[in-house]
């Protein structure tokens, strides 16, 4: 599914002085099957914005479009339900949503909101397991007694068990150990090549989206700052660095590599690796 | 979700009444409450509301921000004129519809109980509009601290209610971060028979409780961390001290109390 923001504009308690606007005339266009990274410092309005994406928000100003789906201030959406069946939104800290006795009964709770039947949730478990890195003999244990990591787990298996045509990951991997990170990171990753899954990240790890996104996003104070391709918006770094961003470091070196030893080197998505590999082969 | 309550809502503001000891504003409340009862005519009903209009302008809060507070309130103010309008028989009789008689004791009866209501709650809103949390309760336990004399736990009941009026926002925004969690999982808060939507509360209140306890427990543990051992011999950051400004406003406040009780017939 597409997804188009045109001209959004969200506002905070309006008409009172806790007035604030988070997102300012925002737009831009999604195709389907696509990883976005949204970037932006704290308070940048990108939490506000992908609470547009499932209907949980709908613009003050402008218009969504998500699919064949349009929230806009002046008519309500009927099939919010349906939409929210189809973005799965894995939240910052998604295990503060856990609350059923077992982890199965968790993970079904939302195909069963949305209408899935008993057998078809049984089998969508059992692939999900093993894809977030958990044995089936978590299924009937308590989520309050696992490890932060293993809630994590089952809190993003209960969206995925919705089986979902877009995700929106709002920082999945807070908190995670690097290891559980890059799992965490590389599964997502998967699921998006594997079944053409369009995918949205919220992330404060450049080198994340560097690594993953074809495209980014920038936000400042609400406003759209700049999007692009990653390679070509990290190498504007001056620019990034206006809105207290990074670039990935394996950029940065290998901009300063070049600069110290007057070489060419291109600057594409290759990860520490492959920069490692053609430093080697200049010299 | 909240966005029309007003009341335990601080906005933040540099005027005299913000700038005024919480002591001060509490114990003119106190009495303004009782004396608002002491108003029987028109010149001290006009006094009193005066008095308001002008505390009120002296604060610099947007008064369409004021009036949108009262909103929650406006039902029972409607329902108390209305109940006086049809059931005081007093006075003569101003008009009839469908046999029903209305006096004229019942329209002001019902207008002078309204007006007291205004009175009271934009006086007492104004409270907390403008003093914070923390200043209300370190006035508190200034205020009822000869109470120690008689064992009572001022400190512990002072810290009690800090912490809830600390934790009161963080628990709205969980609420409002895990109904939304639930939400975009399919449970529907808003429509559906009430049966559905009594069961919808459970994802959301054992999260809320889990959450709640941890955090109870991880602040404990972090005030033990810190030292704390209860009020004895502790010193405060922010001490509490009358200022001239608020001698003026007492004798002020005396002044309006004292021409109320001369027009008052």
């Known amino acids: ?283 | 979700m909240s966005n029309s309550m007003i009341i335990g809502q601080y906005v933040p503001g540099t005027s005299l009444i913000h700038k005024l000891d919480p002591r001060t504003k509490i114990v003119i409340i106190f009495f303004y409450v009782i004396v608002v009862f002491f108003a029987n005519n028109v010149l001290s009903y006009g006094l009193l509301t005066t008095f308001v209009i002008i505390t009120i302008i002296s604060t610099f809060i947007p008064l369409r921000f004021i009036i949108k507070g009262l909103t929650p309130v406006w039902f029972l103010i409607i329902f108390t004129f209305l109940l006086h309008l049809f059931l005081t028989k007093e006075g003569p009789v101003l008009f009839e519809i469908l046999s029903i008689k209305f006096h004229l004791g019942g329209v002001i009866q019902g207008l002078v109980i309204s007006l007291r209501f205004c009175l009271l709650i934009l006086m007492t809103s104004l409270l907390t509009l403008t003093t914070t949390p923390i200043e209300i309760t370190d006035a508190i336990e200034s205020l009822l601290h000869p109470l120690k004399k008689v064992k009572f736990p001022v400190h512990e009941l002072a810290l009690m209610m800090s912490i809830s009026l600390r934790f009161i926002p963080t628990l709205m925004q969980e609420t409002d971060k895990i109904s939304k969690a639930q939400a975009s999982r399919g449970v529907d808060f808003r429509t559906g028979p009430l049966k559905e939507r009594m069961k919808a509360i459970i994802p959301l209140l054992v999260p809320l409780f889990v959450s709640a306890f941890k955090r109870a427990e991880e602040l404990a543990m972090a005030m033990e961390a810190r030292g704390y051992q209860g009020g004895e011999g502790r010193t405060k950051l922010r001490e509490l001290t009358y200022r001239k400004k608020d001698l003026f406003i007492f004798i002020l406040f005396i002044c309006v109390v004292a021409l109320l009780i001369y027009v008052r017939s």
């Open chain 1, 1 to 283: 599914m597409d997804i188009t923001f045109k001209n959004v504009s969200y506002t905070y308690q309006p008409n009172t002085p806790f007035e604030h606007n988070a997102l300012k005339n925002v737009s831009f266009h999604i195709p389907s099957g696509s990883f976005i990274a949204i970037i932006g410092h704290t308070g940048s309005g990108k939490s506000t914005l992908i609470q547009h994406l499932n209907g949980l928000l709908t613009p003050t100003k402008g218009e969504v479009k998500i699919g064949n789906y349009t929230l806009s201030s002046e008519k309500k959406l009927r099939e919010m339900k349906e939409l929210r069946s189809k973005v799965g939104v894995v939240f910052q800290y998604p295990e503060h949503q856990l609350f059923e006795e077992t982890v199965e009964k968790d993970i079904a709770f939302g195909p069963e909101n949305f209408g899935v039947p008993t057998s078809t949730i049984k089998k969508r478990i059992e692939e999900i397991m093993p894809k977030v890195g958990l044995s089936n003999d978590f299924l009937s244990r308590s989520p309050f007694e696992l490890s932060g990591g293993q809630m994590r787990r089952v809190a993003i298996a209960g969206v995925l068990a919705t089986n979902p045509s877009i995700y929106v990951l709002d920082e999945p991997t807070a908190g995670l150990d690097p290891k559980g990170q890059k799992e965490m990171m590389d599964m997502f990753y998967q699921m998006h090549q594997e079944e053409e899954i369009t995918t949205i990240l919220v992330t404060h790890s450049m080198e994340d989206a560097l690594k993953y996104a074809d495209y980014i996003i920038i936000l400042n104070q609400g406003e759209k700052y700049m999007e692009g391709k990653p390679e070509e918006v990290f190498l504007r770094e001056s620019d990034i660095q206006k809105v207290h961003l990074q670039v990935p470091e394996s950029i940065q070196f290998l901009k300063k590599y070049n600069e110290k030893f007057g070489t060419q080197l291109p600057l594409t998505r290759q990860s520490t690796k492959e920069i490692a590999a053609q430093i080697s082969r200049t010299l």
